[in-house]
């Protein structure tokens, strides 16, 4: 992607203040477009917009009301906000099965709703869900997790097929680990438990199913994300970028 592919196009990136959707972020501005930061933490979603020159807007997307007042007059809308909670599927807590779904599911479908008019207007959209290999395969207790990133695949084809006649395109990238603050913490929290080091923690714990035995920089998701706006990827809609090191290949 060049300096050039997105000039004049307006962004939004959720879950913008940090991890995966600072990277993204940045990655965007640095093609041009005017980038949006959708954040709950609206310290984070500031600092992240000030470094890349663009615009902060602090709210809690799993609040529905606050998602449909959002201007949603966008080129690029890039689905990443969500957060993660495990416990056995019989002691998983209804309350934060609820809420994940809304946050991880109901509203990238609101937020799509509201931005594809616009798309259509212009006759140009990129929409991205940052899925996850947990889109693909399952985890035991994960299920509020595993439930909400399936449905985002499968929202995301649906975009694509009635999208396609309007020049907009739907895609999801999907990693496996992300070197995030979050993932770091759980890696940390881990190798405490388990006495062992984290080195071992992300080889023999978190990437036991994958064949490279490393976690994903937030950089590399950033550029696969810009490389699905960009011209050279006009002709991808409806798929997903795995990004597993090899999880799903067994």
Known sequence: MSAKDLEG???????????????????????????????????AAEEAA????GTA??????????????DLDVDVLVNNAGFQHVAPLHEFPV??????????V???????????????RRG?????????????????????YVTAKHALEGLSKVVALEGAPHGVTSNCVAPAYVRTPLVEGQIADQARSHGISEDEVVERVMLAPAALKRLIEPAEVADAVAWLCSPAAASVTGTSLLMDGGWTAH
Not at 50 to 53: A, E, I
Not at 57 to 70: C, I, K, R
Not at 95 to 104: A, C, G, P, W
């Open 106 to 120: 109901e509203a990238p479908f609101r937020l799509v709703r509201g931005a594809l008019p616009h798309m259509y």
């Open 57 to 70: 807007v602090a709210v809690d997307l799993s609040d529905l009301t606050a998602v449909d007042a959002l």
């Open 124 to 144: 140009w959209g990129r929409v991205v869900n940052v899925s996850s290999v947990h889109g693909h395969r399952a985890s035991p207790f994960k299920s509020a």
């Open 9 to 43: 196009r307006r962004a939004m990136v959720t879950g913008g203040g940090s991890g995966i959707g600072r990277a993204v972020a940045a990655r965007l501005a640095e093609a041009g477009a005017a980038v949006v930061v959708v954040d709950r933490d609206g310290a």
């Open 50 to 53: 000030r470094t890349v020159g």
């Open 95 to 104: 309350e934060v099965f609820s809420t994940i779904q809304r946050l991880m």
